[in-house]
């Protein structure tokens, strides 16, 4: 699970039900940040920062820059802007080394580069976990956080593989009670 909000919280201990989105086709579903075709848009970027993400974890670096792209992309989307620092801003005072901004700098590139990148992206297999407000327990936590979970899809390779050795079986199973039906009769 990646989380995709900086505004929200979620706490240890805290349960939602949540509306779960295909990322590739948001414009049906419910998401946080926006259902249209700038959502679907701002999705795609966050999923392909997500893919990224998972490319390489043991790179803590890495991930936190991909992290700030993520939550700065959807900082202040469909008017969620609970806290009033965003994201690069507190990277930048906070985080970013003294006078070496290197990870401003490269979460700024990446940003642009998720921006160029998502219309080229397939976020299929990406699933949007928006929490639904009012159900959490505790309730006095506030809306919790958005998250963005990867299921990959089985490949076509796969499937076929799983359905030739069901048949195989199948056929194995069918001759075998055959062959035993026919023993029976000729004793």
Known sequence: MICDDWSNNSYLGESWTA???????????????????????????????????????????????????????TY????????????????????????????????????????????NYNSAGWQILTPIPGTQSPGSDGTPQEFLVYTPEPSQAAILGADLLLFVAAVFILRRRGLLATRRWQL
Request: net charge negative; charged share 10%.
């Open 19 to 73: 509306t779960i989105t295909n990322a590739a086709n948001v414009a049906s579903g419910a998401p946080m940040f926006g259902n249209n075709s700038q959502g679907q848009a701002l999705y795609n970027e966050v999923a392909w920062l997500g893919a990224q993400l998972l490319a390489d974890p043991t790179n803590t670096t890495e991930q936190t820059e991909i992290s700030f792209a993520m939550w700065d992309l």
């Open 76 to 119: 202040g989307q469909n008017n969620t802007t609970e806290e009033t620092t965003s994201p690069l801003q507190y990277l930048s005072e906070n985080l970013a080394g003294g006078t070496s901004n290197s990870e401003y700098i490269a979460t700024t590139n990446l940003i642009s580069t998720a921006q160029s990148s998502e219309s």
